[in-house]
Each structure stands twice: as structure tokens, then as C-alpha cells.
């Protein structure tokens, strides 16, 4: 109760709208990223920014390694029949989120642009 006290949800949902857009938009050019939806819906408020990543496991070491907390879904439980799900293997192999919630100001996200763009020029995945 106290937290909803204090926080206004348009807010959050127009930053976080924001900060998704901007990733999307900067992020663009970079071949070997491909964001998990072309368009944010009207009705979204996005928890992350979802792209797909060649070597999702060398993305999060860079990204994690400059302080970007990166999410995913690494390891697979093993008392389940991952081959029924190969969607669902894809997406733990290669999905890799970025942060854009509402804490995080332009120039964080112009700090997560300018490292995604260093890990992409690094291993030749730019454009270029």
C-alpha cells in the first residue's frame, strides 16, 4: 500500500514505454539484433527490452561485465521434456533482455546503446 502510494502507474508505464522506444530506435541498424516484436502495442508496458543475439551467453558477460543487468533464462530444469518445446529452447538459447524500466534516465540508456554498439563493433556485428 505504501508503495502504491507513491508512484503514479502512467508514469511508469510512458517511462518505461519511452526508454523501450529509444532502444528500438537506436538499435535498429545492428544485424545481428533482432527485437523480439516489431511494434509496441498502445495497451504495453514492457518489462525489458527482448532482441534476439548471436551467443546470447558472450552478450550477458559483455553487458553484465559493464554493470547492465541483463536478464534471460539460462540453464534448463531438468526434470523437464525440453525437446517437446523447442520455441521455448530458442528463446532460452538466443533472447536476451535489456533494462528499461523507469529508474533508468537517458543517459543510462544512452550508456546501454553505446555498450550494446562496443560488443556489436568488437565482434564485427555492426554495420558497417
Not at 527485437?35 to 543475439?53: E, G, I
Amino acid at each position: 500500500k505504501g508503495m502504491l502510494s507513491t508512484t503514479t502507474p502512467g508514469k511508469i508505464i510512458e517511462k518505461r514505454r519511452s526508454n523501450y522506444q529509444y532502444l528500438r530506435t537506436t538499435l535498429f541498424n545492428i544485424p545481428t539484433l533482432t527485437p523480439l516484436f516489431n511494434d509496441l502495442p498502445h495497451n504495453v508496458c514492457p518489462l525489458s527490452f527482448p532482441l534476439f543475439v548471436k551467443d546470447r551467453n558472450r552478450w550477458y558477460k559483455a553487458l553484465s561485465d559493464k554493470g547492465i543487468l541483463v536478464l534471460g533464462w539460462p540453464g534448463y530444469y531438468p526434470g523437464f521434456d525440453w525437446e517437446e518445446f523447442p520455441e521455448a529452447c530458442n528463446l532460452k538459447n538466443n533472447l536476451l533482455t535489456l533494462p528499461v524500466h523507469q529508474s533508468l534516465d537517458i543517459h543510462h540508456m544512452e550508456y546501454i546503446v553505446n555498450c550494446v554498439k562496443d560488443i556489436a563493433e568488437e565482434n564485427n556485428e555492426s554495420m558497417g
